[in-house]
């Protein structure tokens, strides 16, 4: 039996996915032991710190994650930065393949004059605030303005947008943070549009987060109907043979058409509008658009332009990988050849692919890499140290630190009817989790 040693850095998805491809692989000839790292106390990646609080049942698939976590050849290394705390030089030394699960954390630019005024902030870092990340407890964005943009028209744009427009009491029974639920609470904002710059028919909205729009109770969804009849007749035939074009189209023209409750909060999808300048004195107070419409399937400015109200701007258009030193970032992700980075050194996930796909899409891709990680085994494996000899003991969040926390803030969750509460700032959670800021 040939035992390999796999350092996998990342504890999101697409780490655990991986860790669960390889246990899929052990056989009478070959078994691994999977250190996880994490930089963060505690692991789970976007599903924690990205998922909406008011999506629970997404985040169940982390009862996977801790059925792989409980297995004897799993260790957690939370608290652990790559880069920072240890180098790739030495996981390679150590590990006979290191699997980079790193994600991608930073929110990408508009690139246009205003950006910087107070009220502009990224989703990157509007939604871990709200999630409680405790790297972004004190982003604290001002909602006592009436006017929200959301710049964007992926899934990410709709959650900011929908979290903007709920009522507060809607959030009360969720695992949102509780600094971001009393900022919720006090929220004066009531009219939320999401923009998009292209057509409704090019939109990245997947059709049940569309669908769920029209079964808010207490916020008006709007959509301009000609745009959805537009965008229909544009796309002609495609609406037979795309499913998913189809759904997402057929969702959008419900919405359009549905009936207006009177509610005070209102939340608009607006298609066909490119930000070109942020406006205001001292902070941001309107957004100048270029309009556009569609030719031969492509997006084109015309000479016309609006200005929309604006008391808070979040742009939701993507993000981008960290660098992480030792490895090459190529386009906002870790260069690869699907997959490998070099020898003995993979990746996987939104650090592979860029920021796109669901969480389930991480398991196949995953899945896909181990195939190539298991091909290309050394004959031998390293029979290495262990790397807890070359970690501080104290600095280390383990498995059973992690418990801790988790415990902690189920506990504090159920004494007030919630799920969880969560440790948002870094020394509870280091102290929970029985480790040391060093
Ligand atoms: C706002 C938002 C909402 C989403 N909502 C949904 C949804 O409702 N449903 C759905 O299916 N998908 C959703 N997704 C997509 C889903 O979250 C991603 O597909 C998935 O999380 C990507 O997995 P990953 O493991 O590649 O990255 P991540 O989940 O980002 O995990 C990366 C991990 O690496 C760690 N890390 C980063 N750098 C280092 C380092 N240098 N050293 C050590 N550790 C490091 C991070 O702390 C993190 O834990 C959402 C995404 C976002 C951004």
Same mark, same amino acid.
């Given at each position: 039996? +040939? ?10 998805? =697409? ?19 999977? #250190?996880?790292?994490?930089?963060? $106390?505690? $692991? ?27 297995? $004897? ?35 990408? +630019?508009?690139?246009? $004059? ?20 405790? #790297? ?19 899934? %990410? ?22 600094? =971001? ?10 009219? %939320?549009?999401i923009v998009g710059r292209r057509g409704p028919e090019h939109a990245a909205f997947t059709s049940p987060e569309l669908r769920e729009l029209p079964k808010l109770d207490q916020t008006d969804v709007f959509i301009d109907s000609q745009q959805i009849t537009e965008a229909i007749a544009r796309v002609g035939n495609r609406m037979e043979s795309e499913k998913d074009l189809r759904s997402n189209l057929e969702a959008m023209r419900e919405i359009a058409h549905a009936e207006h409750r ?9 298609? !066909? ?34 200005? !929309? ?6 742009? =939701? ?34 650090? +592979? ?21 298991? =091909?290309? !085994? ?6 290495? %140290? ?53």
């Amino acid at each position: 039996m +040939k035992t390999y040693r796999v350092a996998i850095v990342g504890a999101g998805p =697409a780490g655990y996915f991986t860790a669960q491809a390889l246990n899929n692989s052990c056989d009478n000839e070959r078994n691994f032991l999977i #250190d996880m790292f994490d930089r963060l $106390p505690t $692991p789970w990646g976007l599903v924690r710190s990205g998922v909406a609080p008011d999506h629970p049942k997404i985040r169940t698939v982390t009862k996977v994650f801790e059925k792989i976590a409980a297995e $004897p050849n799993y260790r957690y290394f939370g608290n652990v930065e790559l880069g920072r705390d240890v180098h790739i030089s030495d996981l390679e030394k150590l590990y006979d393949v290191v699997v980079l699960a790193t994600g991608t954390s930073l929110g990408k +630019k508009l690139g246009i $004059p205003g950006e910087n005024l107070p009220g502009v902030i990224s989703a990157a870092d509007f939604v871990p605030w709200y999630n409680g990340h405790p #790297d972004y407890v004190d982003v604290n964005p001002s909602l006592t303005g009436k006017y929200a943009l959301v710049i964007g028209a992926g899934n %990410v744009a709709m959650d900011c947008g929908r979290m903007l427009a709920l009522v507060s009491h809607e959030l009360s029974s969720t695992d949102i943070a509780d600094h =971001a639920l009393e900022v919720f609470h006090n929220s004066s904002m009531r009219d %939320v549009t999401i923009v998009g710059r292209r057509g409704p028919e090019h939109a990245a909205f997947t059709s049940p987060e569309l669908r769920e729009l029209p079964k808010l109770d207490q916020t008006d969804v709007f959509i301009d109907s000609q745009q959805i009849t537009e965008a229909i007749a544009r796309v002609g035939n495609r609406m037979e043979s795309e499913k998913d074009l189809r759904s997402n189209l057929e969702a959008m023209r419900e919405i359009a058409h549905a009936e207006h409750r009177g509610n005070e909060r209102r939340l608009s999808l607006a298609f !066909l509008l490119t930000p070109l300048e942020i406006l205001g004195d001292g902070k941001v107070e309107q957004v100048r658009f270029s309009v556009n419409k569609v030719i031969d399937d492509k997006v084109i400015a015309t000479d016309e332009s609006i200005e !929309l109200l604006c008391d808070l701007l979040i742009s =939701a258009i993507g993000y981008e990988g960290l660098e992480i030193p030792g490895v090459s970032n190529e386009r906002g992700r870790i260069a690869n050849n699907d997959g490998k980075v070099r020898e003995g050194v993979y990746v996987v996930g939104w650090a +592979k692919r860029g920021p796109s796909g669901v969480i389930g899409t991480n398991k196949s891709d995953s899945s896909e890499v181990v195939k190539k990680i298991i =091909a290309e !085994l050394p004959a031998t494996p390293k029979g290495a %140290v262990d790397i807890s000899g070359s970690l501080s003991g104290e600095k280390v969040v383990t498995h059973d630190g992690w418990s801790a926390i988790n415990a902690a803030e189920l506990s504090a969750g159920e004494a007030v009817g919630r799920p969880r509460r969560k440790v948002v700032s870094w020394s509870e959670l280091l102290s929970l989790g029985g480790a040391k800021a060093t």
